[in-house]
């Protein structure tokens, strides 16, 4: 079994599957997409407090959720490749950054037009604001430090130390509204207590983080591909693709 898994380690073992995984996932986001901003936007009633500027929440949220979950994969990842120096492993953290980093600046941009009507700011620097602004820097600094090194393998050590490092900023960014005194309220959905929010909203929210969940996968699949391909150039298995001959040419 263990031979099985360290199989799909290779990167040409995973090129092919992330070539056909990614349409599916792709197609699943769209779709998912489509379906939850209807429901959020169209179908869901009007909240009591907040009128319609609540339903930014269907793009925030999720963005948020996956700005934080992303680089918890990423760190996983680099684990992997600093503990069993595995190349794949590297280039899956170094396509999921630009991703994670996309939907930071999402949840970030988001949130300050959702307070402004809210907290009538568009920001303030209180605990969970600033420590997803770290978040981002992160990202940026991760992938601006991957371009500043010429050799590849030290890049992706010097990334993942850096990545693993920066992983102790997830946690504050989610308890942070339990530690401090912030603008944010709790969280509006549990897995131990009943949701405080509509079901049709609960509905509409769980199709949109799902579909960022799709849109994250299919993208990091695409650029991984794309990564080996510059990575492994000259590779004899390489070669013989033809998407990568069709590129040669």
């Given at each position: 079994m263990a031979a099985h898994w360290f199989?799909?380690?290779?990167?040409?073992?995973?090129?092919?599957?992330?070539?056909?995984?990614?349409?599916?996932?792709?197609?699943?986001?769209?779709?998912?997409?489509?379906?939850?901003?209807?429901?959020?936007?169209?179908?869901?009633?009007?909240?009591?407090?907040?009128?319609?500027?609540?339903?930014?929440?269907?793009?925030?949220?999720?963005?948020?959720?996956?700005s934080m979950f992303i680089y918890l994969v990423m760190a996983f990842w680099s684990a992997l490749a600093l503990g069993y120096n595995t190349r794949l492993s590297a280039m899956m953290a170094q396509a999921l950054a630009p991703t994670g980093a996309l939907m930071t600046f999402i949840a970030l941009w988001t949130g300050a037009f959702w307070g402004r009507p809210t907290w009538g700011t568009y920001w303030a620097w209180d605990a969970r604001m600033t420590s997803e602004l770290i978040l981002l820097f992160l990202y940026l600094g991760v992938i601006a430090l991957r371009n500043g090194i010429d050799d590849p393998r030290r890049a992706d050590k010097a990334c993942s130390v850096l990545t693993l490092v920066g992983a102790v900023n997830v946690p504050i960014i989610y308890f942070s509204v339990k530690w401090w005194n912030t603008l944010h309220q709790g969280s509006t959905i549990s897995m131990t207590a009943a949701p405080k929010m509509a079901a049709i909203m609960v509905t509409a929210l769980g199709l949109m983080t799902l579909a960022t969940w799709g849109y994250a996968i299919a993208v990091a699949l695409i650029r991984v591909r794309a990564i080996i391909v510059e990575r492994e150039r000259g590779a004899s298995w390489l070669s013989h693709l033809p998407e990568v001959r069709r590129l040669v040419v």
């Amino acid at each position: 079994m263990a031979a099985h898994w360290f199989l799909y380690a290779s990167p040409a073992s995973f090129y092919p599957i992330a070539g056909r995984m990614a349409p599916w996932f792709a197609a699943a986001a769209a779709a998912l997409a489509l379906v939850g901003l209807w429901i959020g936007l169209v179908v869901a009633p009007t909240d009591a407090q907040q009128g319609d500027a609540y339903r930014i929440i269907f793009i925030h949220v999720p963005a948020a959720w996956m700005s934080m979950f992303i680089y918890l994969v990423m760190a996983f990842w680099s684990a992997l490749a600093l503990g069993y120096n595995t190349r794949l492993s590297a280039m899956m953290a170094q396509a999921l950054a630009p991703t994670g980093a996309l939907m930071t600046f999402i949840a970030l941009w988001t949130g300050a037009f959702w307070g402004r009507p809210t907290w009538g700011t568009y920001w303030a620097w209180d605990a969970r604001m600033t420590s997803e602004l770290i978040l981002l820097f992160l990202y940026l600094g991760v992938i601006a430090l991957r371009n500043g090194i010429d050799d590849p393998r030290r890049a992706d050590k010097a990334c993942s130390v850096l990545t693993l490092v920066g992983a102790v900023n997830v946690p504050i960014i989610y308890f942070s509204v339990k530690w401090w005194n912030t603008l944010h309220q709790g969280s509006t959905i549990s897995m131990t207590a009943a949701p405080k929010m509509a079901a049709i909203m609960v509905t509409a929210l769980g199709l949109m983080t799902l579909a960022t969940w799709g849109y994250a996968i299919a993208v990091a699949l695409i650029r991984v591909r794309a990564i080996i391909v510059e990575r492994e150039r000259g590779a004899s298995w390489l070669s013989h693709l033809p998407e990568v001959r069709r590129l040669v040419v």
